[in-house]
Nanobody
Framework: VQLVESGGGSVQPGGSLTLSCAAS????????MSWYRQGPGTERELVAS????????NYADSVKGRFTISRVNAKNTVLLQMNSLKVEDTAVYYC?????????WGQGTQVTVSS
């Protein structure tokens, strides 16, 4: 099982980034996919999640209206489009797959928002 995040980097406030997570080794379309983040000195928090079929999404209040989660089951990929980035969005972003009692995690990708 592998979850490989990409697309992180450094950006100025107000900028945009798109994170991608490529999954392999499990039946991707059966799993709820989520993005979590952990900033400096903070606990890991849920950013956004999407149902297995893609019809339902959920967002943290802090990112609603700015971030969009999507998935392409045919490509075993989940995306996180991040717009209007703020300094407080700085964190390591992790991709997660969940089904019943099974959780898989990626290694994370760093997003830094600074001027």
């Amino acid at each position: 099982v592998q979850l490989v995040e990409s697309g992180g980097g450094s950006v100025q406030p107000g900028g945009s980034l798109t994170l991608s997570c490529a999954a392999s080794g499990f039946t991707f379309s059966n799993y709820v996919m989520s993005w979590y983040r952990q900033g400096p000195g903070t606990e890991r928090e849920l950013v956004a999640s999407i149902s297995s079929g893609g019809g339902l999404t959920n967002y943290a209040d802090s990112v609603k209206g700015r971030f969009t989660i999507s998935r392409v089951n045919a490509k075993n990929t989940v995306l996180l489009q991040m717009n209007s980035l703020k300094v407080e969005d700085t964190a390591v972003y992790y991709c997660s797959a969940r089904r019943v009692k099974t959780d898989y995690w990626g290694q994370g990708t760093q997003v830094t928002v600074s001027s």
